[in-house]
């Protein structure tokens, strides 16, 4: 029988202090995991995950790591446990497009964690030399930010975009502090039910990464990427990424363009995706299905017990 199953990855703000620590301590091979990534970096990089401070954890250089070691420590847990599970396809919501092609076989686990720690840097130093700010609109749908964004760009002069379209009715602009403001002020006019300003100092999926996407291609290109063996959709393009080419321009493209989620898990369903197992420290993704297609059944792998209780369930 052909496979339903889609394997999803979160993105930043999954992260928490603690993430994979208790299955670390139940599994040897994501203990293993963690301990490869210290050596690939060079220090305890898993004692961040595991003791934090949150703001260490927090900082955008060590989220994006961890975030993608903690995914590929569970992941190889459920392809030890469940070595006949063969999903049908595979995505990640912005840094979880890396976890996702190493789960596709697209990229090793030392490559693509010197990647997203790369990635995590430069995004820093772009934030850094021009800082932003992100905000969640809830109750707005993409088609009416990008109008928005794109009234606020013009009365400020400044660059805000429509960063995530994350699932119906929940949005995130990014870009410039001021036209930002401006974009809430907008939208609260338009009667917008809620808008959050994000924690963050960088304006990711926005303009102002030119500069991280123009240094983050010359790390692509010397990066080996391998065709992948099942289809991962990209964000950018909510399709199949099916060459190494267009890997390298969809991880590019990835950090100035839209995160379209909610298109890339309808592409999903569209093409079989029944169940969408959630890899990572909470359950962000399995949320948004709920808005997305309430028909689609989530779960997410976040703890041990949760591991645990799958596998049982899966063996039984």
Known sequence: MASTTALVFPGQ?????????????????????????????????????????????????????????????????????????????????????????????????PDGLRLVRERGRLMKQAGEQQPGAMAALLGLDAEAA???????????????VLANDNCPGQVVISGDASALEK???????????KAVKLAVSIAAHSPLME??????????????????????????????????EAIRDELNQQLTQSVRWAESVRAMIAAGAERFIEIGPKDVLSGLLKRIDRGKSGVALNSAAALQAFIAQESA
């Open 146 to 160: 990008r109008a928005l964004c794109a009234q606020a760009s013009a009365h400020s002069g400044r660059p805000v």
């Open 211 to 244: 500069t991280a996407a123009a240094e983050f291609r010359q790390a692509l290109d010397t990066t080996r990427f391998y065709t992948p063996r099942i289809a991962v959709y990209g964000n950018v393009s909510t399709q199949p990424l099916t060459s190494v």
């Open 183 to 193: 974009a809430l002020e907008l939208a609260a006019a338009a009667g917008v039910k």
């Open 13 to 109: 703000g999954s992260q928490t202090v603690g993430m994979g620590q208790d299955i670390a301590a139940a599994h040897a091979v994501a203990r293993q995991t963690f301990e490869e990534a210290d050596d690939v970096l060079g220090f305890r990089f898993s004692e961040i995950c595991f003791a934090g401070p949150e703001d260490t954890l927090n900082d955008t250089l060590n989220t994006q790591p961890a975030l993608y070691v903690c995914g590929v420590a569970i992941l190889r847990v459920l392809q030890g446990e469940l070595s006949d599970i063969a999903p049908l396809c595979a995505a990640g919501h912005s840094l979880g497009e890396f976890t996702a092609l190493t789960a596709a076989g697209a990229l090793s686990f």
